[in-house]
């Protein structure tokens, strides 16, 4: 498998051709998803040919964004299967990192442990202190392409059911994000509470 390859041609991809108003969905995203999917990797013991797949199945989980934004994992998914052969990734390989893609889908859906590590990679972002950038990226990205438009009390509020309902999968990520991600569902809780009262 050409993984150094593969990544490079993708990312480049992704800078050149998806979408600008992408504030969320982008090669950064993509970049810092692949960063806590390598660090999981390493605290979880991955290596070698299951680390591999991770790694790839992280590069590629939005780039159905190419293509679609609604139903994009599936997109993501597909294009997988169409690129991955030509770097050497065989049937078996490509159908494992078509599922552990296909499970980032909200609400996230992991069975296997490589499918839980790609999770917990790809929402890593709630239980860091850079939180509420990330998130008023998407907020913006959702707005801008008039997927869902909310005000900032209607976006707070979507915010809170969200991490009120999120686990991570992986003891290494509950362990790392779970205080911080309940930080920032306080603080979200203070701002609804302080707008109730304007």
């Not at 290596?47 to 790839?56: E, I, K, P, V, Y």
């Not at 597909?78 to 078996?92: K, R, S």
């Not at 590590?117 to 929402?123: F, G, P, R, V």
Request: proline letters at 2%; a negative charge; hydrophobic letters at 40%.
């Amino acid at each position: 498998m050409e993984y150094q390859k593969v990544k490079e041609d993708i990312i480049g991809r992704l800078r050149a051709e998806l979408n600008p108003l992408l504030a969320y969905h982008n090669a950064d995203h993509t970049l810092d998803v692949l960063e806590a999917a390598t660090r999981l990797a390493g605290l979880e013991n991955i290596n070698g040919h299951d680390r591999d797949l991770l790694l790839t199945a992280a590069l590629f989980h939005d780039t159905g964004m190419l293509q679609t934004y609604a139903g994009h994992e599936e997109a993501s998914a597909e294009i997988a299967h169409e690129i991955l052969p030509a770097y050497g990734y065989d049937t078996a390989d490509i159908n494992t990192i078509a599922g552990m893609i296909l499970t980032t889908q909200i609400p996230q859906s992991a069975g296997s442990h490589l499918e839980k590590m790609l999770c917990d990679a790809d929402l890593d972002y709630l239980g860091r202190d850079d939180f509420f950038m990330i998130a008023h990226q998407l907020r913006y990205e959702w707005n801008v392409l008039n997927f869902r438009h909310t005000t900032l009390r209607e976006w707070y509020e979507l915010q809170i059911v969200f991490l009120e309902n999120h686990r991570f999968f992986t003891q290494t990520a509950r362990k790392m994000r779970e205080s911080t991600k309940a930080g920032n569902l306080r603080q979200i809780k203070e701002l609804v509470c302080f707008m109730q009262y304007k």
